[in-house]
């Protein structure tokens, strides 16, 4: 246990969890700008690549680091190391040099999360720690909506560079708070990070995230190319887990999944970030392309599924901690969730904006609760030790459960429009009417593609979230109840 905290230490690592989250989507509404600017049109999708997959591969990366040498430490280094790339991506001068600095970027974003999330988790105990948790998951939906709106703005008023150059005075404030209010046990632990395991993680991270991006769309699922990656994938699988049950100190130790919990908050976790960032990254499509939306104004219009999320994370980080009990979240998330994905089945041309707006907050609300009971399964049900490479583990089943399912989704969506998807909303509003009638019909119907398949993982979740148990929040009391083995909730927190 650590000698102390206070709300400005803790807000300083939320800032830097906030800064991790928003850069994964602040860029977006500014890539045409980008594009225009430094050219190199078809490597467009990799400057969002490339974070996000470098951030991906360093997050256990970091856990573990923080571990063995200490957490402050690890998370102040990779604040750094963001902030660094995020003024070299600003200085680019051509699209190699900015998707390099973006995977500097991402290489730093990696530890933001997992670290400010071990910090927190190591501060304060379980029943209060699940209120704070609860402020981790309000972060995570405010940067994915916020961020689109926040880059339009920099874009329009500023400069696309500031998309980049806005983190310099956010990560600055996050450092001085976290190393002078941030007061953590001093411990020095003698070992060796896991190189062969951070390899192996590497090169299947690499292949799977290729695997998403190039099957169905650059290259046929029966290609050499996508049947290459998928035993690559498959061996290094096959290979990564012996060497990490041999490795003094995994960087995905084994013995985590001994607890039937844990292995299933993983699985939770990669199929509630598939449903997730898949529902994000074309709900906007429709409301700018069907709805004739502005960029910033579908950002808007997501508002609904927002708050869905925020409120849900909110009050399960409240109950919680005030009742130890969190059986009950992730199933109700996962039908929450499906059932959300299917009311918008109906959204098509003809659907009036505000009611389209409206019905995403449903699936919001079944996200949040699946995403924030999750988190807290993971934290609290690993011993202190492991709260990093725990922390690291989770955050990097919900970024590939988004990568792979945006990917998939995307697949889904691409094969029910033609070549004139790739024109921007301004375009598309100036197209003679019955084009643009034909294209609003297409991305209306892709859309409805990708709501059947975000249902079917949520149905999935829903049906794993059956198998968590009911345990004592590690460092609690048991939870009040006259029936200890009981599944059932309490009816005054249900």
């Known amino acids: ?67 063995l040498a200490g957490r402050k430490g690890a998370f102040m280094a990779s604040v750094a190391l963001f902030l660094a790339g995020s003024a070299l991506a ?53 940067a994915f909506v916020g961020g689109p709106l926040v880059g339009g703005l920099l874009t329009d008023h500023l400069d696309w560079r500031w998309t980049f150059y806005v983190n310099l005075p956010v990560g600055g404030v996050a450092l001085l708070l976290v190393a002078s209010r941030v007061r953590l046990e001093a411990r020095r632990v003698r070992a ?47 290979v990564f ?14 013995r985590l999944f001994a607890s039937r919990n844990f292995t299933l908050a993983q699985v939770l976790s990669f199929l509630n970030g598939a449903v997730m960032l898949g529902l994000m990254t074309f709900l906007p499509q429709y409301m700018q392309v069907v709805r004739g939306a502005s960029p910033a104004g579908g950002g808007m219009l997501l508002l609904p599924l927002m708050f869905g999320m925020l409120g849900a994370q909110l009050l399960t980080g409240r109950l919680v901690g005030r009742t130890g009990r969190y059986r009950w979240y992730p199933v109700l998330g996962g039908a929450l969730a499906a059932a959300g994905a299917l009311v918008l089945l109906p959204l098509g041309t003809h659907t009036p904006t505000p009611l389209a707006s409206a019905l995403t907050a449903l699936a919001g609300v079944g996200i949040g609760l699946t995403s924030q009971s999750t988190t807290l399964i993971t934290l609290y049900g690993a011993e202190p030790r492991d709260m990093g490479a725990a922390s690291g583990t989770v955050n990097l089943t919900r970024t590939l459960g988004g990568s792979l399912g945006v990917a998939l989704l995307g697949a889904v969506y691409a094969s029910r429009l033609d070549r004139s998807a790739n024109l921007t909303p301004a375009q598309v509003r100036a197209l003679p009417a019955q084009a643009r009638d034909s294209l609003r019909d297409a991305a209306s119907s892709g859309l409805h593609g990708v709501v059947i398949g975000a249902a079917a993982i949520a149905l999935l979740a829903f049906a794993v979230a059956w198998f968590v148990r009911q345990e004592t929040l590690r460092g609690a009391e048991p939870p009040p109840t006259r029936n200890p083995s009981s599944a059932e909730p309490e009816p005054s927190h249900t």
């Open 1 to 67: 246990m650590s000698a102390g905290y206070d709300r400005l230490g803790v807000f300083g690592l939320l800032l830097g969890m906030f800064l991790a989250m928003l850069d994964g989507t602040i860029v977006g509404t500014a890539l045409p700008t980008i594009v225009g600017d430094l050219g190199g049109v078809a490597e467009l999708s990799w400057v969002v690549t490339a974070y996000l997959l470098a951030a991906a591969v360093t997050t256990p990366l970091w856990g573990k680091l923080g571990d």
């Open 241 to 254: 887990v012996p060497v990490e049950r041999r490795a003094a100190e995994p960087i995905v130790p084994p």
């Open 192 to 238: 060796r990070i896991d190189l062969a395991g951070a390899a192996l993680l590497t090169a299947g991270i690499v292949a799977l995230t290729l695997l998403g991006s190039w099957a169905g769309g650059r290259y046929a699922w029966t290609s050499p190319q996508v049947i290459g990656l998928a035993l690559v994938a498959a061996g290094v699988l096959a």
């Open 90 to 142: 600003g200085m680019s001068g051509s699209m190699a040099e900015l998707i390099a600095f973006r995977a500097v970027q991402g290489l730093g974003a990696g530890g933001l999360m997992v670290g400010a999330m071990a910090i927190i988790s190591e501060l304060v105990p379980p029943r209060e720690g699940a209120r704070l948790q609860s402020m981790i998951g309000v972060i995570m939906p405010v």
